[in-house]
């Protein structure tokens, strides 16, 4: 059975979107535990909103850069969970059909590798209650943004 390994840049204070905030604290190391995720996961699994995000970012990167990860996340298959997505125009994309628990259940006894999630919004929450989600890996950075109080 597939391993579904969720990673998520998180602030001091819970914000978890639009990590541009993570960009000085991304040396080496990072960027090295970064490729041993990618390297270890065959699919993307993500719900509407990160969808959104990294369909109009990762096709506009250059892939023929070794160092910006774009030939991964535009080539990888990549699933998304949403009722209201109807025709994904990101290359290998598919949209999960159905009860999400069901569809994830049925994607994690496929044959492959890890499946890689990032952030933690609705779709993570539902599928942690779930226990489909095998590891939750917080990149905790130190910066203040501002989040929930």
């Known amino acids: 059975m597939r391993r579904i390994i969720n990673s998520t840049y998180l602030t001091l ?5 639009n990590p541009a905030w ?6 080496d190391e990072a960027s090295a535990f970064a490729g041993e995720q990618t390297d270890a996961a065959d699919a993307l699994l993500m ?11 990762w096709p506009n990167m250059d892939e023929s850069d070794p160092t910006t990860g774009a030939k991964y996340f535009n080539s990888v298959k990549k699933y998304v969970a949403s009722t209201t997505l109807t025709n994904p125009e990101w290359n290998n994309t598919e949209v999960l059909e159905g009860d999400l628990i069901e569809a994830v259940t049925r994607l994690k006894a496929t ?7 990032y952030g933690y919004g609705v779709v993570t929450h539902a599928l942690v ?10 990149w905790i950075h130190p910066v203040l943004q501002g989040g929930p109080s």
């Open 13 to 17: 204070d819970g914000v978890i979107e």
């Open 22 to 27: 993570t960009v000085p604290y991304f040396d």
């Open 47 to 57: 719900g509407r909103r990160t969808y959104d995000g990294f369909a109009a970012a």
């Open 111 to 117: 044959e492959g590798r890890d499946i890689l999630m």
């Open 129 to 138: 209650q779930a226990g489909l989600v095998d590891e939750v890996r917080f």
